[in-house]
C-alpha cells in the first residue's frame, strides 16, 4: 500500500491565490520529508528539505517567502504556494525516507498545479 | 554543485537490454539510487549502490564506479511498460539523505 499521501493531485486557481499542499506519511514517524519541483520534461529539483520541529531547509535559489514549509507533527509537512503566479505552475511532489540506513525514498503521488 | 548527466531518450524494442548511463561531477554522496517515473506520475524506486559494482533487482540492474564518476542502469527482457523516465540520483547530507536527481532519460520501447 501507499507509504505516502499526498493532496490535493490537482489544483487549478487564478493567479494571487495561496495554495496549500499536504504530505502525509502513512507507515511510519518521519521527522525529515522533502518537497520537489518538477517542470514537463524535466527532472525532479530539490526545492527545501522539511524538518519536523525546526525550520526546514531550502536549497539554493528557492524563495522562502514564497514557499512556506511546515512540519507540525512526525506524520504531516505541508507547502504553501503563497501569492501563486503562472510561472509557479508545476508538478510538486513530496517524499520520505524509509527507516534504518540506506533506504530509498518514497514518493506521493504529486500535485499538478496550474495557475491561470 | 553537483550535477548529474544521463541521455535524454533511449530507444529499444521489446525482449532487447538496455543501459542507461549515468555521469556525476561531485564528492561525498553516500550512493547512487535508481528512480522510474511513468508520466504523470510519482517516482517509485528501482536499485540503489552504495557500493562499487553490480547490484542485480531481477531485470533491473545497477552499476557504479566511484572512480570512474560513472554508474547505469541496465534493463534486460524489455517490456512495453518499461517506457517510462529513469533518473538516477545521488544521496547526500548525513541523516537528511536528501536526494539530488540527475537530468532523466526517457524510454521509448517499441514492439
Known amino acids: 500500500g501507499a507509504v505516502v499521501s499526498q493532496h490535493p493531485s490537482r489544483v487549478i486557481c487564478k493567479s494571487g491565490t495561496s495554495v496549500k499542499i499536504e504530505c502525509r506519511s502513512l507507515?511510519?514517524?518521519?521527522?525529515?520529508m522533502f518537497w520537489y519541483r518538477q517542470f514537463p520534461k524535466q527532472s525532479l529539483m530539490l526545492m527545501a528539505t522539511?524538518?519536523?520541529?525546526?525550520?526546514?531547509?531550502?536549497e539554493q535559489g528557492v524563495e522562502k517567502d514564497k514557499f512556506l514549509i511546515n512540519h507540525a507533527s512526525l506524520t504531516l509537512s505541508t507547502l504553501t504556494v503563497t501569492s501563486a503566479h503562472p510561472e509557479d505552475s508545476s508538478f510538486y511532489i513530496c517524499?520520505?525516507?524509509?527507516?534504518?540506513?540506506?533506504?530509498?525514498?518514497?514518493f506521493g503521488d504529486g500535485t499538478r498545479l496550474s495557475i491561470l | 554543485g553537483q550535477s548529474l548527466e544521463q541521455p535524454s531518450e533511449v530507444t529499444a524494442v521489446e525482449g532487447a537490454i538496455v543501459q542507461i548511463n549515468c555521469t556525476y561531477q561531485?564528492?561525498?554522496?553516500?550512493?547512487l539510487s535508481w528512480y522510474q517515473q511513468h508520466d504523470g506520475g510519482a517516482p517509485t524506486f528501482l536499485s540503489y549502490?552504495?557500493?562499487?559494482g553490480l547490484e542485480e533487482t531481477g531485470r533491473f540492474s545497477s552499476f557504479l564506479s566511484r572512480s570512474d564518476s560513472y554508474g547505469y542502469l541496465l534493463l534486460q527482457e524489455l517490456q512495453m511498460k518499461d517506457s517510462a523516465s529513469y533518473f538516477c540520483?545521488?544521496?547526500?547530507?548525513?541523516?537528511?539523505?536528501?536526494?539530488?536527481f540527475g537530468t532523466g532519460t526517457l524510454l521509448a520501447v517499441q514492439p
Open positions: 522539511s524538518n519536523e520541529g525546526s525550520k526546514a531547509t531550502y
Open positions: 540520483s545521488l544521496a547526500y547530507g548525513g541523516a537528511t539523505n536528501k536526494l539530488i
Open positions: 549502490n552504495a557500493l562499487d
Open positions: 561531485t564528492s561525498g554522496f553516500y550512493g
Open positions: 507507515d511510519f514517524q518521519a521527522t525529515t
Open positions: 517524499s520520505v525516507r524509509g527507516q534504518g540506513g540506506n533506504q530509498p525514498q518514497h
